[in-house]
């Protein structure tokens, strides 16, 4: 990943470079967030850098690939996942452009990333035309709040409610995460 101009622990040739500091970081992940506009797609960038050292990049695509969870965040995290082999990033620590959304954060959680660093927050999206303040509110805010999308549990005959998880309690062959 040397291209992308920074040095990670596993490619340094001189023992005693120092690592990039969390600003250096950022300041790569917004010119990544630049460039994909450029590139058709949105404003954000991300990097996630794994325990042992590694680099992986992800950017924006929701518009381009058409898809709503193409967020740069989650990118990197599939980016990262895919290259190493793994669902589990123990140890990893998250670099954005941009404070992450509950998407982005949730996924984060389930990568199990230690840390999390953003440039700029949820109300700069705002500002440039981006829900994420309002997503935020969804889930921090009131019932009122939560009107644009209402999530309820529909009642189903207990063993069919929880049949899958039955199953999977059942599997020998499961694989924990
Ligand atoms: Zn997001």
């Not at 950017?59 to 381009?64: K, L």
């Not at 509110?137 to 009107?147: L, P, W």
């Amino acid at each position: 990943m040397d291209t992308i101009g920074i040095t990670t622990s596993t490619a340094s040739s001189a023992a005693d470079a120092a690592p990039p500091t969390p600003a250096e970081y950022l300041a790569r992940a917004v010119d990544l967030a630049t460039e994909n506009v450029r590139n058709e797609g949105g404003p954000f960038g991300a990097i996630i850098v794994s325990a042992d050292g590694r680099v992986f990049e992800g950017v924006n695509r929701v518009t381009a690939n058409l898809d709503p969870s193409a967020h740069a965040e989650v990118t990197a995290n599939r980016n990262a996942c895919q290259a190493l082999g793994t669902f589990d990033l123990t140890g990893a620590v998250l670099y954005t452009s941009c404070e992450p959304c509950p998407m982005c954060l949730a996924t984060s959680l389930w990568a199990r990333v230690e840390r999390v660093y953003f440039a700029a927050d949820r109300n700069d999206a705002a500002d440039a035309g981006f829900d994420d303040a309002v997503f935020y509110r969804y889930f921090e805010g009131t019932s009122e709040d939560r009107a644009i999308m209402p999530v309820a549990q529909e009642p189903l005959p207990p063993e069919q409610r929880v049949a899958a998880f039955t199953e999977w309690t059942h599997t020998s062959t499961r694989t924990e995460y």
